[in-house]
């Protein structure tokens, strides 16, 4: 089973609903829960075994993303050529893994979302504006990737039969571009792993 990483555009509003009613990130990332929002309805059932509600039953409502993106299996790659590590780094640069704030314990695929607002946005966006291909090439070591286990587990492939910083650098213009955007219409992220 893959790994991809994915991004949501949404407003700073949006965010502070998600916070602080977490199963509200569903409706972000299209409206689909595997495990509905629990309803406790006071009854000595429903306070044993929560009783259930589907989650388009959750009154609060809550804005679609302006716009959404993923970077395949990029994701590590691209996390470990901004930050030398392998989940680790500095803050901006190591926000696609670390960046934001957890929403909530909803598990989303490999965990739970994280939230980063309009202002944490537009300081990755001033990091990344830093950053072209020229220095993720400088940065690109197969063999320490592999040594760290960086997802997909690629990086050793002959370059003339798989592109494998090819493969990263692609994804990265879109992301770079995608939080150009994202910050250009002061709005904040949603970012999961699915």
């Not at 989940?87 to 960046?99: A, I, K, T, V």
């Not at 592999?146 to 003339?160: M, V």
Request: charged share 25%; net charge negative; with cysteine.
């Amino acid at each position: 089973m893959s790994m991809i990483l994915g991004l949501a555009m949404v407003n700073d509003k949006a965010i502070v609903k998600i916070l602080s009613n977490p199963p509200l990130v569903w409706k972000v990332l299209g409206g689909i829960s595997p495990e509905p929002a629990p309803q406790n309805d006071g009854s000595w059932f429903s306070k044993l075994f929560g009783k259930r509600k589907p989650l388009s039953d959750i009154s609060e409502e809550i804005d679609r993303p302006i716009e959404e993106i993923d970077l395949d299996k990029a994701w590590h790659g691209i996390h470990y050529l901004l930050t030398q590590t392998d989940w680790e780094g500095d803050s901006p640069l190591n926000f696609l893994l670390l960046g934001g704030v957890e929403i909530g314990d909803v598990d989303v695929g490999y965990g739970p979302a994280r939230a980063i607002t309009s202002g944490g946005v537009r300081e990755i966006h001033s990091a990344l504006s830093t950053i072209d291909e020229l220095t993720l090439k400088g940065r690109f070591n197969p063999a320490e990737m592999i040594k760290l286990s960086i997802y997909p587990d690629i990086w050793d492939r002959d370059p003339a039969d798989d592109d494998t910083f090819g493969y990263c650098s692609e994804y990265f213009v879109d992301l770079k571009a995608f939080v150009k955007r994202a910050a250009d219409k002061r709005l904040g992220l949603v970012i999961y792993l699915s």
